[in-house]
C-alpha cells in the first residue's frame, strides 16, 4: 500500500540549531509532496511543496525540504530553530493527480531555549 | 476570504447522539475532505467529495455520513455518537494540488 513515514514521533533542538525532520514515502513513481506545520490547537498550514520542478523547495519561516528520489525522501531542514517553530509537522504525499493526500503520522518539534 | 470555517469549535456528546459538523468554504474548491486526527496517528480520510452532488468514503467512514449539496458547504453527520469518535475533526478543500484546512472541531464522547 503507498504510505508515507516519518521517522521520529518528536524531535527536540535547541534555539539556533539545525532542524532536521524525516518523511519517506513509499512509490518508484514520484509523487507531489508536501509539508504541514500545525500549531497547538489551529489547523494545518501548508509549509512548501514539491510537485515535479525544482528539487529543493524553499517554504514559509526558513524551511526548506528536498526531493531526493533515489533515496525516496523529502526531509524538512531549517538551518537555525526558533522557539516559535515549535509545532507538529506533517508530511504528505499524492501518488497521483486527483488523488488523495496521504499523511504521515506526525513529528512534534520541541526547541528548547 | 474567509477560506474554510468549521462550526462549532468544540463540543461534547452523550454516548448515542447524533450531531452535524458543518464546513464552508468560500474558495469555489470543488473538491472537499473531512478528516479526524488522533494523537500519534496524523490524519485519516473519512469522506471526501469531488464536487456538489458526489460523495465517496475515504479510509475510516464507518459511523459517519455526508452531504453535499452546494460547492460551499460540506457537512458531516455524526450518528449514535460512540466513545471511539473523540477525536478532532478538519474539513479541508482543494484547489490544482494544494489543500486548505480549516480550524477543526474538537469532539468528545462520554
Known amino acids: 500500500a503507498q504510505s508515507v513515514t516519518q521517522l521520529g514521533s518528536h524531535v527536540s533542538v535547541s534555539e539556533g540549531a539545525l532542524v532536521l525532520l524525516r518523511c519517506n514515502y513509499s512509490?518508484?513513481?514520484?509523487?507531489?509532496l508536501f509539508w504541514y506545520v500545525q500549531y497547538p490547537n489551529q489547523g494545518l498550514q501548508l509549509l512548501l511543496k514539491?510537485?515535479?520542478?525544482?528539487?529543493l523547495v524553499k517554504g514559509i519561516n526558513g524551511f526548506e525540504a528536498e526531493f531526493k528520489k533515489s533515496e525516496t525522501s523529502f526531509h524538512l531542514t531549517k538551518p537555525s530553530a526558533h522557539m516559535s517553530d515549535a509545532a507538529e509537522y506533517f508530511c504528505?504525499?499524492?501518488?497521483?493527480?486527483?488523488?488523495?493526500?496521504?499523511f504521515g503520522q506526525g513529528t512534534e518539534l520541541s526547541v528548547k531555549p | 476570504n474567509a477560506g474554510v470555517t468549521q462550526t462549532p469549535k468544540f463540543r461534547i456528546l452523550k454516548i448515542g447522539q447524533s450531531m452535524t459538523l458543518q464546513c464552508t468554504q468560500d474558495m469555489n474548491h470543488n473538491y472537499m475532505y473531512w478528516y479526524r486526527q488522533d494523537p500519534g496517528m496524523g490524519l485519516k480520510l473519512i469522506y471526501y467529495?469531488?464536487?456538489?452532488?458526489?460523495?465517496d468514503k475515504g479510509e475510516v467512514p464507518n459511523g459517519y455520513n455526508v452531504s453535499r449539496s452546494t460547492t460551499e458547504d460540506f457537512p458531516l453527520r455524526l450518528e449514535l455518537a460512540a466513545p471511539s469518535q473523540t477525536s478532532v475533526y478538519f474539513c479541508a478543500s482543494r484547489n490544482v494540488d494544494e489543500q486548505f484546512f480549516g480550524p477543526g472541531t474538537r469532539l468528545t464522547v462520554l
Open positions: 514539491y510537485t515535479s520542478a525544482a528539487t
Open positions: 504528505a504525499v499524492i501518488y497521483n493527480q486527483g488523488g488523495k493526500l496521504i
Open positions: 467529495s469531488v464536487g456538489a452532488g458526489i460523495t
Open positions: 512509490s518508484s513513481v514520484p509523487p507531489y
